[in-house]
């Protein structure tokens, strides 16, 4: 799928990878903001964004990152038609 597609996946709770990404067991995912209300007076984030989960990395690099953190497209990613689902770990 082209990374349109892919943007109204994340937004229908699905995950996503990239084929051509090197590490297995990487997506990405859409998080939804909390209302200010909500937050409770805390910091929080009150808009959609969305995250890289490396959590279930395959590697053997003991020094590789596990996170799940913002995650910004390049525009290789923004340009690629090999956006795929991933099911739920």
């Not at 892919?6 to 990487?26: E, M, S």
């Not at 959609?48 to 910004?72: F, M, Q």
Request: net charge negative.
């Amino acid at each position: 799928m082209d990374f349109g597609e892919a943007i109204k996946a994340l937004k229908t709770g699905k995950q996503l990878k990239r084929k051509g990404w090197n590490g297995k067991g990487i997506f990405i995912a859409l998080m939804p903001g909390n209302s200010f209300e909500d937050c409770g007076g805390h910091k929080c984030m009150t808009h959609d964004y969305i995250y890289i989960d490396t959590t279930g990395l395959k590697t053997t690099n003991d020094s590789a990152p596990l996170d799940r953190v913002p995650w910004l497209a390049s525009q290789t990613d923004m340009l690629a038609d090999d956006w795929e689902v991933v099911g739920r770990d």
